[in-house]
C-alpha cells in the first residue's frame, strides 16, 4: 500500500501516518519505519528505542489479534520537539477486542505484549474507533526526569 505520508508541522512538531495490511511482515516493517522517522526527527534516544519496542507489539498484536479479512492497521506518530513528548496510535478494525495488559499464563509464549507497553510508556489506553474499530495509544516523554530503560 502506497498510503505513506510524512508532514512536518513546524520546526517542533512532527507527524507520520502509514496504513499496514495485517500481517507479521507489516508489523516488522512499522517498527523498522518508526526507528526511521523518530532518528529523522532527531527524537531523543531513551523515547526512539522505547517507541520501537512499543511499536513492535502494537502493531504485533494489531495483525494478529485486531485483523478483519481486507482490511489492515494504520501506525501514526506524532512528535513535538520542544516537549520531547511521543504519541504512538495504531488503529485496526476489531473494535469488540479490547486490549488489557494481565499476568500470562505460565510457559505462555502470547499475553506479555502489552505489560512490555505499560512498562515502557508514560501512558497508554485504548479508544473505540467507529463503526468498529480501535485505536490503542500510547505516550512516551523524554529529557530530564523522565523514564529511561
Known sequence: MNDQSTTRLSPAAYTFSQLFSSTRLAARLARLLTAVELH???CPRDVSERAELIVAELAANAALHGHVRGRGFRLELAYRAQARSLRIEVTDARGE???AAGVPGDG???GRGLLLVEAFADRWGSVPYPPGGKTVWAEL?????ARST
Open 40 to 42: 529523522a526527527w532527531d
Open 97 to 99: 477486542r479490547r486490549p
Open 108 to 110: 505462555g509464549e502470547s
Open 141 to 145: 516523554s523524554g529529557g530530564p526526569g
